[in-house]
């Protein structure tokens, strides 16, 4: 176990390098001048020019310049922004707002995908069971704009039931309906494979000797077969989680929330590279901390890959 | 009123309290592509003490007449159209889904061919066996754990303790095969059926799991079904053989007199093609053709496109189960030919 | 937002089902002489086809498809309007007898633009499909097959594009490659984002690929035939290439669909493709400010969007369902 652990973590590392440096690559070695439109119409100052230069070796390779980078990165330092705002302040300040929107969404999207997974897995062809099928096809197919624009016209502007923008205090119940929006598509995606994986197992074998040891079917649905079926869909859960917390921009911006998405779309738009890179940093040390804890929740769930 | 006179019952036809019996028993398959007869009148018993050896091909019935039994037979596409399963008397076919649960697991039990897939791959194999203790005799955690690892004694599986917590997987075949008899006896069931409990084991494991359940049958005085496809399992361990082809009984016999003279040209030739060491550098026998298409069964005698003794009648009646006296029992027309011939 | 293209769309196999049932029994009678109807073998393409012919959703679909392809063809066929140009005159105007979608805010005509939209969104679409498909399937195969170091080296690779969040990533290219310069070439354009498309989304096809090699690479006909001489390349053509594709297939009709919706989420972000391109999701975009006001703007594109993603979904999961055995 601790091998398997340590071979994963050894993966990380060149996935890491690889991820930022493509990254810092993109959004730096962009053509032209780096600080047009920085400082309004005059443009900027020389000695601000020469200090910004030297702090980011503007001059320097692309490799030196990211080999510098990542040095302050593993000292807390992220950077400032052109207009002098402490990155890692940017970053502290709108990430927990990106993180209770993920949550949220994930509860909802759990207990919607859930419910109607298990649902239907055990009662196939019936009027939900179409019914489930057909809207996860919905929302499956619909962008995420789609559906976040509808909802906030139909429920925030037509009929007044939520604000149609979340407030800065970001209310729980504020959250709820883009929390739907953000988890829609996994919501279909998870009671699809909740249905598929409770469907399958009914017919397993060891199901059946579970009912030939006469226990009662309480039991055998509410023990043997959720545990065993509900495993590929914890694990989905798990890796939602990490994509949830990679920021909702279209979601962010559709309801106003200053999420991480929102300031990594305002930096690259503006230009702003050392946010950019700054943000996608954490973001993908996030998500790949993610993954690693979602194979070892897999591990733990399934007794049979845990002595790879 | 059953088509072939079942043994076991006197004239009138009522039962003579057996421990378990399949009284002219039908199943059919209801699929898109048409029904197929699966069991078309079966009629076996079981008393304490006894085994009996079900026979068959693949597709022969001998599998779902046995799930029918348990109730665990796949509904849709199985369907039940006629007869009885009677356990101490009592048809379990018109109980209540209750009652025939209690049956399981303590009344009558059943154990599988591939332990691997029919143990839960995620739940120790410990649990699985104190999982009877604690659900159906309500006892407590540390009471179910300790009866559990005295059922891995009983089956003879080393270190009993430290393997009460390993999973399924982690064992091999046969010991996962005496797992699963552990799990099945745990609740002392009267009847034990046996699905091709040795056919997925080395024929060296295959000998040890049946001395096993031939010692556990008599210190229990269980009644046993066996069934399987391998004549040669069944020679050592059972007592009544009963051949089974799609989906009727075709032969019932003591084990000795089945082997010694069979009354029916299907048993004559399964055991005409078991390989003999004195045959050697001869083509192996085989009964030429295959099982019949269970959805459009010949008419007549079931076995007649394959039989080399089939004449006119047999493509036109139905042999019925003759009663040729000593228990045994057959369907063929010749069935006293064969039984008088040298 | 969340990816949804990491769900795994192939189910895993089932634990063994029960040996004996009748319906499982040989077709052949066990009549020697007379009528043994030869049954062609069918195999799996064509069962699935079979089963495909009797699913009102796939002819619904498939037309809906067909409609649809016909319209990026042949927008010439549905309206002689011109999609580009329009008089500020009728900017707005509401849907009536003689415009059937009304008219934009530079007074164009939404029922042609929507009808010319087709071709923008559905191309682009199909081409990326094509090459996420081409790539992520040719690394797939090396790295399933060969195995080692190069399984080990693509996996890293397709895990450093796996890192990036889609919109995120596809931001990030299409902001960096676009602002050089102001190119106005629809091809140029619509290359960008197709090009940012596949970038992003040939890691999954990859994996799915490579687990579908992994399950087949050790199976007994394999083995059979390389112990009968097959080469390496034989093999893969022959054997392990018609076993893997069901997945694909399934997979590549529903991402048609869910990149239709990923070039609208991108152009109505504003980095993805521009005028004088047209499609359903620079409409969308453009509509966005006058929802209150015009809410028709919104609803044609929107709703010829959906439509087409859900045509192809829903062709998807048909072919799925005729293709799984385990369905039968």
Request: aromatic share 8%; glycine share 10%; charged share 20%.
């Amino acid at each position: 176990m601790g091998r398997y652990l340590l071979r994963r973590l050894l993966q990380l590392v060149p996935v890491f390098i690889g991820t930022t440096f493509l990254i810092y690559w993109l959004v730096w070695s962009v053509p032209g001048d780096p600080f047009a439109g920085k400082c309004g119409d005059r443009g900027c100052p020389p000695n601000y020019r020469a200090m910004m230069t030297e702090k980011y070796h503007l001059d320097d390779s692309i490799w030196v310049q990211y080999a510098s980078y990542m040095k302050n990165l593993f000292q807390g330092d992220f950077g400032i922004t052109f207009g002098g705002r402490e990155i890692s302040d940017i970053i502290a300040t709108s990430y927990p707002n990106t993180l209770k929107l993920a949550v949220v969404a994930l509860a909802i999207e759990a207990i919607i995908g859930l419910g109607a997974g298990v649902l239907t897995g055990l009662r196939r062809n019936g009027f939900l069971d179409n019914l489930v099928l057909v809207s996860s096809l919905f929302l499956i197919a619909l962008p995420v704009f789609v559906i976040g624009f509808v909802l906030q016209w139909f429920l925030g502007v037509k009929w007044g039931i939520i604000t149609p923008t979340v407030s800065n205090e970001m209310r729980f119940s504020e959250l709820l309906v883009p929390g739907f929006v953000l988890g829609s598509a996994s919501s279909a995606y998870i009671a699809r494979v909740a249905r598929t994986s409770i469907a399958e197992n009914r017919r397993a074998d060891y199901v059946r000797t579970a009912i030939a040891k006469g226990l009662p079917m309480r039991r055998v649905v509410g023990v043997h077969l959720l545990r065993n079926s509900l495993i590929p869909v914890v694990t989905l859960l798990g890796t939602d989680l990490g994509a949830l917390m990679g920021g909702a921009i279209i979601t962010e911006g559709i309801f106003g929330i200053n999420g991480i998405g929102r300031q990594v779309l305002r930096a690259i738009v503006t230009k702003e590279s050392a946010t950019v890179v700054g943000i996608v940093v954490v973001l993908v040390v996030v998500y790949l901390v993610m993954n690693l804890l979602v194979d070892l929740l897999y591990a733990a769930l399934d007794p049979r890959i845990r002595y790879e | 009123m059953s088509e072939q006179s079942a043994p076991g019952t006197d004239g009138s036809g009522r039962p003579s309290g057996r421990l378990l019996e399949v009284d002219d028993l039908r199943v059919e398959f209801r699929t898109r592509d048409g029904v197929a007869k699966v069991i078309n009148g079966v009629t076996y018993h079981v008393d304490a003490g006894e085994t009996l050896a079900v026979l068959g091909e693949s597709g022969s019935g001998k599998s779902v007449t046995a799930q029918t039994i348990m109730g665990i037979l796949d509904t849709p596409p199985g369907f039940v159209t006629g007869g009885q399963v009677r356990f101490h008397g009592k048809d379990m076919l018109k109980m209540s889904a209750e009652q025939r649960r209690r049956i399981r697991g303590e009344g009558i039990a059943m154990i599988f061919q591939d332990s691997l897939s029919a143990l839960n791959p995620v739940f120790t194999v410990g649990f699985q066996i104190a999982e009877q203790f604690r659900v159906r005799r309500g006892m407590s955690r540390a009471d179910a754990k300790k009866r559990a690892i005295e059922m891995l004694d009983q089956v003879k599986i080393p270190n009993a303790k430290g393997r009460y917590s390993n999973y399924p997987h982690q064992f091999s075949g046969g010991m996962r095969q005496r797992a699963m008899i552990a799990m099945s006896l745990a609740l002392d069931p009267e009847v034990l059926i046996a699905d091709e409990p040795t056919t997925a084991l080395d024929v060296t494991v295959q000998a040890q799991i049946m001395d096993l359940l031939g010692e556990l049958q008599r210190e229990r005085r269980m009644g046993m079904i066996l069934i399987t496809h391998d004549l040669g399992v069944v020679a050592d361990v059972a007592d009544r053989i009963a051949v089974m082809y799609a989906g009727r009984i075709v032969e019932e016999a003591d084990v000795y007199d089945l082997y010694a003279k069979p009354a029916h040209p299907y048993t004559l030739g399964l055991l005409d093609s078991i390989p003999r060491m004195d045959e050697k550098g001869q083509e192996l026998r085989t009964i030429k053709g295959l099982p019949p298409n269970l959805m459009n069964i010949p008419p007549g005698c079931a076995f007649n496109p394959r039989c080399p003794m089939a004449q006119p009648v047999c493509r036109e009646k139905v042999p019925p189960l003759l009663q040729l006296g000593r228990g045994r029992a057959s369907a063929c027309h010749f069935a006293e030919e064969l039984v008088n011939r040298d | 937002m969340s990816d949804p293209s990491t769900a795994s769309i192939v189910s895993t196999p089932p634990a063994t089902m029960p040996t004996e049932a009748g319906s499982g029994a040989p077709v052949n009678a066990g009549l020697p002489e007379n009528a043994q109807k030869q049954q062609k073998p069918r195999g799996l393409l064509g069962d699935a086809w079979r089963d495909l012919r009797r699913k009102p959703l796939f002819w619904i679909s498939a037309s809906f498809i067909l409609l649809f392809i016909v319209m990026a063809a042949f927008p010439q066929l549905f309206t002689s309007d011109d999609p580009v140009n329009g008089a500020l005159s009728r900017s707005r105007v509401d849907p009536s007898a003689d415009a059937w979608f009304g008219y934009d805010v530079q007074g164009r005509d939404v029922y042609a633009r929507t009808i010319y939209g087709a071709r923008a969104s559905i191309v682009v679409a199909l081409l990326s499909v094509i090459g996420t498909l081409l790539i992520g399937g040719a690394m797939g195969i090396i790295a399933g097959y060969r195995g080692g170091w190069v399984d080990a080296l693509l996996s890293r690779i397709a895990d450093i594009f796996f890192g990036l969040p889609f919109v995120l990533g596809s931001i990030v290219i299409l902001t960096t490659f676009n602002g050089s310069g102001t190119d106005n070439n629809e091809w140029q354009i619509m290359g960008l984002v197709i090009m940012s498309l596949t970038v992003l989304s040939w890691p999954v096809v990859m994996r799915l690929m490579r687990s579908s090699v992994l399950a087949t690479k050790e199976a007994d006909y394999i083995v059979a035939a390389r112990a009968l001489g097959a080469g390496t390349g034989r093999i893969i053509l022959k054997h392990l290439l018609p076993n893997c594709l069901a997945p694909l297939l399934v997979y590549g009709t529903i991402m048609v669909g869910s990149f239709i919706g990923a070039e609208a989420t991108l152009s109505f972000l504003g980095i993805g493709l521009k005028s004088p391109v047209v499609s359903w999701g620079i409409m969308i975009s453009e509509a966005q400010n006058y929802i209150r006001v015009s809410p028709f703007l919104l609803f044609f594109p929107a709703a010829f969007l959906v439509a087409a993603v859900l045509s192809f979904v829903m062709l998807g999961e048909a072919v799925r369902e005729a293709l799984d055995p385990k369905l039968r």
